[in-house]
């Protein structure tokens, strides 16, 4: 079974800005790279779980969401840490109604474990509440 580090996007690899969604907004948090770097050699996964519920609400795309996901990721590569995953949960309650991925419920958790088969109490989860 695989282990891996869960990591959030917004106040965790990005500031915080309340629905970043254009690369000109991106921030990287200080500290980011090298943390997953060690995570990276130590053999850890390593799986982006996000909500972003401004796709909900219409402020972005989903297409817009994926070009900045792209984008990141590619930064990370280019620092030497390979992201192996992002999960996103587009919904928000007052629009889309509820739905099982929005964090705190586990949904991007567990389809991640089915898809890696992850050994849950050899992962980490790093969020900013």
Request: glycine fraction near 8%; include cysteine; charge should be negative.
């Amino acid at each position: 079974m695989n282990k891996a580090l869960f990591i959030d996007r917004d106040g965790v690899i990005n500031v915080d800005k309340v629905h970043v969604s254009e690369i000109s907004q991106f921030e990287f948090t200080d500290g980011i790279f090298e943390l997953c770097r060690k995570f990276a050699e130590a053999g850890y996964m390593i799986l982006v779980i996000t909500n972003q519920a401004g796709i909900a609400k219409g402020y972005y795309t989903e297409e817009s969401f994926i070009v900045l996901t792209r984008w990141m990721t590619g930064e990370f590569k280019s620092h030497g840490v390979i992201i192996d995953r992002v999960y996103h949960c587009p919904h928000h309650p007052d629009f889309t109604g509820k739905c099982n991925c929005r964090k705190p419920e586990p949904g991007m958790i567990l389809q991640a474990i089915t898809e890696f088969d992850l050994d849950i109490s050899r992962c980490f989860l790093i969020g900013d509440k």
